[in-house]
């Protein structure tokens, strides 16, 4: 079946640092691939998304490539704040659900 | 506009309970999901109900069921509870059944606590 493995945490950062959280998949056909973000005390929010080969994902200063080659999607941030503290999480969908990644929980520090 | 809400926001029950979760997905969405998030894990997939029909369930066992109302509004019940039930459910509405190319927006969640 469908599955997710993203990079295990926790990630703690200083601010302006370079954030990359790493993700793979296994799927059949070709999935559209997600990342959501879950912020303290809020719930899931798609942060950006690439439904085919070669494209790249953005939103908010965040980006990720869907590499199918590599079966791959990671997301990136060439420079973080203390407001990207969060829970990421690497998803995809084939049809009608999603498959989620265990979750990556990122800290950043001023 | 008003987004996914659930009902209740926190909701405690002992072993062999039974539990009814709600949600009220996005004025115009017809499609609710539903989702459970083990604390440290991904939210793993539990129903897709589309225009009042099951359109997909996950590998949960059979005390988990749900429904969709003429109104689009959705419920999870859980029968039979046990300690491992104890999670944070999702509610999830999107305006198709399909999803690859639709966005899902999420709820905040319903966290059970199982004693």
């Known amino acids: 079946g469908d599955s997710v493995t993203q990079m295990e945490g926790p990630v703690t950062l200083s601010e302006e640092a370079f954030l990359t959280i790493n993700c793979t998949y296994t799927a059949t056909g070709y999935p559209s691939l997600f990342w959501y973000v879950q912020y303290p005390g809020e719930g899931l929010q798609l942060l950006l998304k690439a439904t085919k080969a070669d494209d790249k994902g953005s939103n908010k200063g965040f980006e990720a490539t869907y590499r199918k080659e590599t079966t791959s999607f990671h997301l990136e941030k060439g420079s973080v704040q203390v407001s990207d503290s969060a829970v990421y999480f690497c998803a995809l969908s084939n049809d009608y659900k999603l498959s989620f990644g265990a979750g990556t929980t990122v800290t950043v520090r001023a | 506009d008003a987004g996914v809400t659930q009902s209740p926001t926190h909701l405690i029950k002992t072993r062999g309970q039974h539990v009814t979760l709600r949600c009220s997905p996005i004025?115009?969405?017809?499609?609710v999901s539903w989702y459970q998030q083990v604390l440290g894990q991904g939210p793993q997939f539990i129903f897709q109900?589309?225009?009042?029909?099951?359109?997909g369930r996950g590998n949960f066992p059979d005390r988990f069921s749900a429904r969709q109302f003429p109104n689009y509004s959705s419920e999870l019940n859980v029968n039979a509870l046990l300690l491992g039930d104890s999670a944070l459910y999702l509610c999830?509405?999107?305006?198709?059944?399909?999803?690859?190319?639709?966005?899902?927006?999420f709820g905040p969640g319903t966290r059970l606590t199982v004693l």
């Open positions: 109900y589309y225009e009042k029909e099951e359109r």
């Open positions: 999830a509405s999107s305006g198709t059944s399909g999803i690859r190319f639709a966005e899902q927006f």
């Open positions: 004025s115009g969405h017809k499609s």
